[in-house]
C-alpha cells in the first residue's frame, strides 16, 4: 500500500531506533575452529603489515565556497569516485585465519540470469549478513531482473585461486519491506541463510546498536571483494567514522563495486562488532545501513 | 543493482577484447556518478554484454576489468521527464 505523502516526519531522532536507556546491545562473535585472533591495534585497526590508519584531512572553513546543502544528501555533482584521494586499501592474503575468513565472496544470479559479483559476512553459523540489493533486486529497469536473486554462490575467506571453504550455494534470503516494497536505502540490508553451517568453521562476527557519539569515535573497519582488483582477492581500509545519520553510516574508507554487503565493523580488544552494512558509493563519503535497533532485532533473528 | 526509484536510465554495452572480441565474464561497475551508486559489480554474460541501472541523469563512469586488462568510459545519461520507460545509453569498452 502507497505511504500517505503527508505522514508527518520529524527532525527528532527516530524513536526505537536506539536502545532506550542509551546503553550499547552487542551479540557476540565467534571466532570458529582454530586459535584466537590477533587484538585490533592502538588506532581500532586490523593488525596489518605495512597498514597504517590514513590521517584524516584537517578540516578548513576557509578553504573554498561552502557546500551547497544538496551535497549532504546527493553527494557532489559530478563524477564522484568510490576510492577517494590515495587508494589506501591492502590486499590480504591470510584469508584462512579469523578473522579474515568470516568475509565472503558472493557470486549472485539474479532473475534475469545477469551475473554480479558482491560481499557478506557471517553473523552466525548458517546467516550471513549482506546488502538488500545483493538479495533483492529493485527498480533496475531491466525486464525480468527485480525480485529475489535466483541463487548466491558464496566462499567465505577466498583468495583468488585460493579456496579455504566452499562454495556454498544458497537460494534462501531475507530483507525488509522498506528495500523490497518501497526501495529505501535506509533500509538496505538483508542476509543470505546456508544450507550448512559452515559458519561454525569460520567463526562470525559480533554486531551492535551503539549511540551517535560512540560511533563518532570509532575507527570503521571494512574488508571485501572489490572488482577493480585481481578477481576474487580480499582488500581491506579503515578509517575513522566520518558522520552518521538515523539510519546510516558514512566514512571515508576506500571502496568499489562487488563491497556491497561488506561488514563496517569496529574492534574492541579481540572482538569485531559489525556497525553498519555496506551498499553505496558516494561522492565524498561511501555508506552503509546502520545497525538499529530493528536491524539487530531482525539479524538476530535470521541467525537463530 | 538496485535503485531506490524508477532509474532515469539503463546503460548497455559489450566488453571487447583488443581483438574485437567479446569477453564473457568481465567485472563491469561504476567508478563515478551524479548520486550515490550501490556497490555491486556486474559480469559479462556469454557474448561480453552487461547492463548497468542509471538511477539519476548525470554522467556516470564505467569501468571494466578481465584479467589484467581494463577498459573505461563516460556516458551522459540525460533524463526524460515523465518517460515511460529508462532510457537506453550504450557504453562499449575495449581492454586494452
Known sequence: MPQDPHTPVSSDPAAGLLPADGQPVSQPPGTGAGGEPAPGSSTGTEPVEGYELPEAPEADPFAGPVADIGEASFGRPSDPETVHGPDDRVQITNTCVYPWRVHCFLEITAADGSAWLGTGWFIGPHTIATAGHVVHIKNSGVPGRDGWVRSIKVWPGRNGSTVCYGPVVSTSFRSVTGWTANGDENYDYGAIILPTDLGAQTGWFGFGVWSDADLLQVTGNIAGYPADKPYATLWYDARRIDSVGPRKVYYDIDTFGGQSGSSVYRIIGNDRYGIAVHAYGGARVNSGTRITTPVYNNFAAWKA | ?96
Do not use: H, K, N, Q
Not at chain 2, 532509474?7 to 583488443?18: E, F, L, S, W
Open chain 2, 1 to 96: 543493482m538496485s535503485t531506490p526509484s524508477a532509474p532515469a536510465g539503463v546503460i548497455r554495452g559489450t566488453v571487447r577484447d583488443a581483438a574485437g572480441a567479446p569477453v564473457a565474464g568481465a567485472r563491469v561497475a561504476f567508478a563515478g556518478g551524479p548520486v550515490p551508486l550501490p556497490d555491486v559489480a556486474a559480469l559479462t554474460d556469454g557474448e561480453g554484454r552487461f547492463a548497468l541501472t542509471a538511477p539519476a541523469a548525470g554522467t556516470y563512469t564505467v569501468v571494466c576489468r578481465a584479467g589484467g586488462a581494463t577498459a573505461a568510459a563516460r556516458v551522459e545519461v540525460t533524463a526524460a521527464p515523465a518517460a515511460a520507460r529508462p532510457e537506453d545509453v550504450r557504453a562499449d569498452l575495449r581492454l586494452g
